[in-house]
């Protein structure tokens, strides 16, 4: 069965330094999301991204944060000056269509240590 | 605004017992609700969905939900537990023409032998 990957599965960095998390959606999904969960609250929503552009953001997808389809299976978040409060689990997903009727489906998720 | 409050951080239950796990919703406009479950070191996997169709939703592993409006409730049950449902379980809220979705804290399932 299809699936998404993310990679790594951990990543520590010292605050300041930038990271990438890269993810590889499912081939022939369109959609592609990042989410992140802070230990011990929720799953937040930070973007969504279609056709090579962000569709929706949430508050905290603020200037330290970018996304990119660099080629044709990868999809990245990359933060650019990272601060101890992005210490978090990063989850991946992608859908087929855009719609909530579309199932998002989720990657096992990058868990990044700030330090 | 839409929001998702789950009931209980952990839920213990003796393997073949009922499972519930209470989730009660706020959104303005009809949702779209969802039950996301993740196993260990795994990511979230859906369980099942309400899109507006049946208010009784039947999902993977004989799990099943039930839409209540009047209570705004969208609680997951499942007949007997099984050892292999130990998870953290996520009810999650969305809406027509959003890309988000808005997950609740996640409630911690125990299945006891």
């Known amino acids: 069965e299809p699936e998404v990957t993310q990679t790594p599965s951990h990543q520590v960095t010292q605050m300041g330094q930038e990271v990438i998390l890269r993810c590889v959606p499912i081939s022939n999904h369109l959609y592609f999301y990042w989410y992140r969960q802070i230990l011990g609250q929720k799953v937040e929503f930070l973007v969504s991204?279609?056709?090579?552009?962000?569709?929706?953001k949430s508050e905290i997808f603020d200037d330290q944060f970018s996304v990119e389809r660099p080629d044709g299976s990868n999809f990245t978040l990359k933060i650019r000056s990272t601060k101890l409060e992005d210490s978090a689990m990063y989850f991946c997903?992608?859908?087929?269509?855009?719609?909530?009727?579309?199932?998002?489906?989720f990657g096992p998720g990058t868990r990044l240590l700030v330090l | 605004a839409q929001s998702v409050t789950q009931l209980g951080s952990h839920v213990s239950v003796s393997e073949g017992a009922l499972v519930l796990l209470r989730c009660n919703y706020s959104s303005s406009v009809p949702p779209y609700l969802f039950w996301y479950v993740q196993y260990p070191n795994q990511g979230l996997q859906l369980l099942l969905k309400?899109?507006?169709?049946?208010?009784l939703v039947k999902g993977i592993n004989d799990f099943e939900a039930e839409f209540k409006k009047s209570e705004t409730s969208f609680h997951l049950t499942k007949p007997s537990a099984h050892m292999s449902d130990a998870a953290e379980y996520f009810c999650?809220?969305?809406?027509?023409?959003?890309?988000?979705?808005?997950f609740g804290k996640g409630t911690r399932l125990h299945i006891l032998p």
């Open positions: 999650a809220v969305s809406r027509e023409g959003d890309d988000k979705i808005i």
């Open positions: 309400y899109t507006s169709a049946a208010t």
């Open positions: 997903a992608s859908s087929e269509e855009l719609g909530q009727q579309e199932t998002q489906y």
């Open positions: 991204f279609y056709n090579n552009e962000i569709s929706e």
